[in-house]
């Protein structure tokens, strides 16, 4: 039967099962010589050992009952002190868990058998392939991985202003004293201490492990002179200091970030001083990575200037017309544009709404002279090439049948009628300063001369077939004289259109554009018989002078259009492929 106890009973009954509890840390004892750590790891100067690490969790387990816990502790002290003291580059945090249930399996298995050798060594989570902050780190790692964990830093003596890295010296000039000042070598073993070898003075310490920045001027004229990528000029300045060649090896970033100061740099200058000149403005658009894209170029008769790029939601007038107000009111240009010259889309040239009509009354709102509008001649006579050859050859051509039905065979069987044909051997001259597709142009129109000559081909040089577009015509011209020379069959059908092409048409293409009085009464002249095309040159070609003395073309920004391309492929933000645009007018 329960009977009450009394106070004394209860308390001496108390005491007695006290005695019989063992405590944690008492029975922690018996299970090996691993003294505890009671400091926090984020307050050591040095890379903790595993049997640190240990007594770190045996330590914290008087007060965190729970494995998991007192690990997520450890791992956060680990991660702080790799993060703040060190700032060495760290594994991520799943590996460090990783690591530390590892090490847990390791010490358990230490319990079993009694023997705690598989703990010493260092617990490392340095990432040692990450990317170091700077050369002191780096050199304080390897001291101390080489010493078993003996060698730290010391905090004795404060730093100087120069041999902390520029990233801490925010962080110190708000903290009262820190950590981190001097990377001077410390020795924890009494044998380190000894005076037994000469060491360097502190100050040699410091001026070894001092970080040298790499000057970027060389490997920027790179990018800007040269046109090379950034990638392409860091490689370029290890390969020159590799070879013995005394040059500066910035990285990329570095190269990239002063290219775009260089680009800043470029803009305000050209901010102060474009406005003192007289310009011709030149547009030209694409649409690129489903963004519509506008360049403005400005000519004179010493110099070509990209001057800026439009990112825009669509590609009406108006939103082009508002882009181009907002650069022409950047650069205080409403003075300095005496021409304009675009090539002779409806959009372009439309009499009403059109971006030439709407700019020119800007202009006129201004109190300015409306800018005399030039319509580029390529494109009217690229635009008359095909009115003439729809006539002469037939067919529809409409997208994506946009070529002639006796152009088939070639296109087809191109390499086998180049081995059918009897080449001759007198070799034609080519005419300097055209590429590509316009200089096998050129080419083809020399050899038909020849053969209306001589009745027989010189020494004609295949090249690959043209990119048929429906906005470039005289890919055609390629392909009818082409057809000319390799299908005999077709030569009579052909002859007109090919000697339209190779005389008169061919030496107004590829002449220098300025303005002739003479250009527009040979052309008229060349297309009696054609009346639509006589229409378009009666309303597209400008007959007045030219008020600045370049060449009526919009070549200018056709090229600008592939750096537009370039720059867009290096860059991400709309800003930066503007800056990257304006290096192209470098290169």
């Keep these: 039967m329960f009977s009450k106890q009394s106070a004394s009973t209860s308390t001496k009954n108390k005491n007695i099962w006290t005695k019989n509890l063992i405590r944690f840390q008492d029975s922690i004892k018996k299970r090996g010589s691993i003294s505890l750590e009671e400091n926090s790891l984020k307050n050591n100067s040095k890379i903790p050992n595993t049997f640190q690490v240990v007594g770190r969790y045996l330590f914290l387990g008087a007060t965190i009952k729970g494995r998991k816990e007192r690990l997520k502790v450890i791992e956060t002290e680990i991660i702080s002190l790799w993060r703040t003291n060190f700032n060495f580059p760290h594994v991520t945090i799943p590996a460090v868990k990783a690591k530390l249930h590892k090490m847990m399996k390791t010490y358990d298995k230490c319990v079993k058998l009694g023997k705690y050798d598989a703990l010493n060594g260092l617990f490392d989570i340095t990432k040692r392939e990450g990317e170091w902050l700077c050369l002191e780190d780096r050199n304080l790692y390897h001291l101390q991985i080489e010493s078993n964990g003996r060698v730290g830093y010391s905090t004795g003596k404060a730093a100087s202003a120069t041999s902390i890295h520029p990233s801490k010296r925010r962080k110190m000039s708000l903290e009262p004293f820190s950590t981190k000042s001097v990377l001077t070598v410390t020795c924890s073993d009494s044998e380190s201490k000894s005076d037994n070898t000469g060491s360097e003075s502190e100050e040699q310490v410091i001026a070894s492990t001092r970080k040298t920045y790499n000057k970027t001027g060389t490997a920027t004229d790179l990018v800007t002179l040269i046109n090379m990528s950034t990638r392409q000029a860091e490689g370029t300045c290890k390969l020159l200091a590799a070879k013995g060649i005394n040059i500066e090896t910035p990285c990329q970033s570095a190269i990239y970030k002063s290219s775009i100061r260089v680009a800043l740099k470029v803009k305000d200058e050209m901010k102060k001083t474009l406005h003192l000149e007289k310009w011709s403005l030149h547009i030209d658009g694409k649409r690129i990575k489903n963004h519509e894209w506008q360049v403005l170029v400005l000519k004179n008769e010493l110099n070509e200037v990209r001057i800026a790029t439009l990112q825009l939601v669509n590609g009406k007038a108006a939103t082009v017309v508002n882009g181009i107000k907002n650069i022409l009111d950047e650069y205080n240009l409403w003075n ?68 002639y039905p006796c152009m088939d065979k070639i296109l087809s069987d191109y390499d086998n009628l180049k081995m059918q044909f009897p080449n001759g051997e007198e070799e034609i001259r080519d005419k300097e300063g055209w590429r590509d597709d316009m200089k096998f142009l050129y080419h083809l129109t020399r050899v038909f001369r020849f053969y209306e000559e001589y009745a027989r081909f010189p020494k004609v040089i295949y090249k690959s077939l043209p990119n048929l577009s429906n906005a470039r015509w005289n890919s055609r011209a390629i392909l009818a004289l082409l057809v000319f020379n390799l299908l005999p069959e077709e030569r009579h059908n052909l002859l007109p259109i090919c000697r339209f092409i190779s005389y008169n048409w061919a030496d107004l293409w590829f002449s220098d554009q300025l303005y002739n009085a003479n250009d527009y009464q040979t052309l008229c002249s060349s297309l009696q018989g054609y009346e639509k095309a006589m229409k378009t040159v009666k309303n597209f070609w400008n007959t007045e002078p030219s008020k600045i003395q370049i060449p009526r073309t919009n070549q200018c920004a056709e090229r600008a259009i592939k750096c537009l391309q370039e720059a867009n492929g290096k860059c991400k933000k709309t800003e930066k492929v503007d800056l990257t645009f304006l290096l192209s007018n470098f290169s």
């Design 336 to 403: 300095s544009i005496k021409m304009i010259i675009t090539d002779n889309t409806n959009v372009n040239t439309g009499r009403r709404n059109g971006i030439v009509t709407q700019l020119q009354s800007l202009f006129v709102q201004n109190k300015l002279e409306a800018p005399q509008f030039i319509g580029c001649q390529h494109h009217i006579l690229d635009r008359v090439l095909r009115i003439v050859m729809d006539t002469e050859l037939g067919g529809n051509n409409i997208s994506p049948n946009i070529h």
